[in-house]
Structure formats: C-alpha cells, structure tokens
C-alpha cells in the first residue's frame, strides 16, 4: 500500500506557479529533501531545452523566470537565495551583489553565452565559483550573420528597402543606389577566432583580394587554414587600409572602445564597418560623429550600446548604417545547442563534476 501510494503520488505534478517564477520538483526522485540542490533559470529556454527541464532533473528543484523579458534585478536577488546554480543569460549581471544573495553553497554560474562580460569573473574565482560558456556552436550562425551585414551595408539594402516602402522607387537609372563589390576588395577581421575564421572563409567566396587581421598573435596555422593572401597587422594599419571591417573580437579591458573617433578617422571614407561581437568595442558616440563627418562609408550593428537601442537614438537616423537587434545566434538550431551546453554545464557543476565547456583564463 505504501509503494502503491508513492507512485501514484509520483504521477501528480506538483509544479506550482508563484507570479512570474515556475518551480519544478522532481517528482520522480527519492533524495531526502536535504539532499536536494536549487538551480536558478533566468528564461524560458527554446523548445527542446525547455522540455528537458520540465521534464524534470534528478534531485534538482528548478526555480525560473518564465516572462519573455530580462528578470528585474530585484527579483533575480530574491531568486537565488539558497541557489547551488544559476543558468543565466547575457542579459542578467551576476556580480558580487548576486553572489551575496546566493549564498556560500553556490556552485556554478552558467551563461548561454561564449561572451562573459555581463559576469563579474574575478569574483567567481575568488569565491571558487565555476563558471560555464558556450562556444563554438554559434560560430556558423554568428559569421552567418556578420556575411549578411557586409552585404546589406556595400549594397546599400536599407536605402533600397527605403526607397520601395516610401514610394521612391522611379525609373531605372545607371546611377542611382550605387553600392561597391567585394571582388578584390581588403578586408580587415578583428579577432581571428572561431568567428573570424569562419567570417574569412565565407567572404574568400565572393572574390576578396586580400585580408589582414588584428589580435593578439599572429597565427600561422589560421592563415594556412584560410589560404590565400592573408597578414597579421597592428590595429593602425588595419584601420587605413581595410575597404571592410568585420569586428569579432572579445570585449574585454583591451578592446572596450578601441574603435573610438581617431580610429574612425584613419578610415578610408569608403569604408563598410561591421560589428556582431559587443557593443562596447565601439564609442557610439565616436561612430556617430564619424558617420555625420562622412569618415565611414557604411555601418551594419548587430550589437550596440544599450541593448535595446532606443527607438529615438541617433544612429537610426543614418540611412547607411543598419542595426540588427542581437540576433547573431539567433537560429533554431544554434539557440538550442546554446541552452544544451548551458544545462550540461551547470549540471555538472552542482554535482561537483568538470565543466564540459568552462571559463578559461
């Protein structure tokens, strides 16, 4: 009777909605209560993510943020109270604050994100707090991506578009939304990883001539890689002599704001720039006094600062700069293998495993 009464109960859901928050127990597992670890989600998560949590994991209690807009920080505060891990996401800063709030037993933050700038590392390490990324399986969406702005940006897509919707499209005219081609062009990549390679490859395709590339090191295996003519260059000459450049670097302390008005102005005036890393590798101010000087030729954003852009800034106001908002990744299957490694990561985590994708230093 006892048995037979434990898995009928074992069958009735006791999910229970408070506000905003989703809690989930396990129903299915027999750990004492004070064996049972919290894990903190910041979002609703794509459609298979999602199902595997719901689903239920061994011995966790999963507390989540289930409105599809950032988690206010004072209800992100309140969440992670007792919390042995948090799977958040770019938009949630975890700093010393919300690792206060969490308490000593936290083990693990996991971001769905290969960037980290939004989670206070130093502060994880000194507390001994694992961290997890999620790189590699956004390289193919994110370059994707940084191809389609370089194409909209020298072909002049929003003026075109523009034009049609306002009714400004007239009579063909071999002069008119005159735009420039790849074919033989310079491109110069910042940050020749994953992403970059990936960007570099794509491009080759459509004729380019040569490209030079800024980071770190010089990285011969890379170039092998890629083929053709390619060079490792400093920042200066990369900014005089690229007709385009794809920014895919980190933003750490080294790249905050390197590409401020001085930089702008060793551009050529023809120049397409394009950014699908981080906002804050650019000045936008810089950027936007660079575009009403017509130091640039075109713009095309993936990432700016803020995020969201609002509706009343500036750089809207460009014809030849377009903005795209933060939607790199943001394919299905990227998405989702985003939030898998995210969940594996802090899994393992909380159960005192190695990350399968960590922080590295």
């Avoid at 700069?321 to 943001?330: A, D, R, T």
Wanted: charged share 20%.
């Amino acid at each position: 009777m006892i048995l037979q009464r434990i898995l009928t109960q074992s069958r009735i859901s006791r999910t229970s909605h408070f506000s905003s928050f989703f809690i989930k127990k396990n129903t299915f597992s027999f750990m004492p209560p004070s064996q049972r670890q919290k894990l903190i989600v910041t979002r609703t998560l794509p459609q298979a993510s999602q199902a595997r949590l719901d689903a239920g994991l061994e011995g966790v209690d999963i507390v989540q943020w289930k409105e599809d807009r950032a988690i206010p920080r004072a209800e992100f505060l309140k969440m992670v109270n007792g919390a042995e891990g948090i799977l958040c996401l770019l938009t949630d800063t975890v700093d010393a604050e919300v690792l206060d709030a969490a308490g000593p037993q936290l083990k693990v933050v996991s971001t769905m994100s290969v960037g980290y700038d939004h989670v206070n590392v130093s502060e994880l390490q000194s507390r001994k707090i694992a961290l997890g990324i999620t790189p590699g399986v956004l390289t193919e969406a994110t370059a994707d991506t940084t191809v389609l702005l370089v194409l909209a940006a020298t072909r002049r897509l929003r003026e075109g578009v523009d034009a049609v919707i306002q009714g400004k499209w007239g009579a063909w005219s071999p002069t008119w939304l005159l735009g420039s081609q790849l074919t033989g062009k310079t491109v110069g990549i910042v940050g020749l990883g994953r992403i970059g390679v990936a960007v570099a490859k794509r491009l080759k395709a459509f004729g380019v001539q040569k490209f030079i590339y800024q980071g770190t090191r010089r990285k011969e295996e890379v170039e092998q890689d890629i083929g053709g003519d390619i060079e490792f260059v400093e920042a200066e000459r990369l900014f005089k002599e690229s007709d385009v450049i794809c920014v895919c670097c980190a933003l750490n302390n080294e790249t905050k704001n390197m590409f401020s008005y001085n930089a702008f102005s060793m551009m050529k005036n023809s120049v397409v720039f394009v950014n699908t890393a981080r906002g804050g590798i650019v000045d936008q101010d810089a950027l936007i006094q660079a575009l009403k000087e017509g130091k640039v030729g075109s713009v095309g954003l993936d990432v700016t600062v803020p995020e969201p852009l609002p509706k009343d800034s500036e750089l809207l106001t460009f014809p030849n700069c377009i903005v795209l908002p933060h939607i790199g990744s943001g394919t299905l299957e990227t998405r989702t293998a985003m939030s898998e490694i995210a969940i594996d990561n802090v899994l393992c985590g909380m159960r005192g495993k190695p990350l399968p994708h960590p922080y590295d230093a």
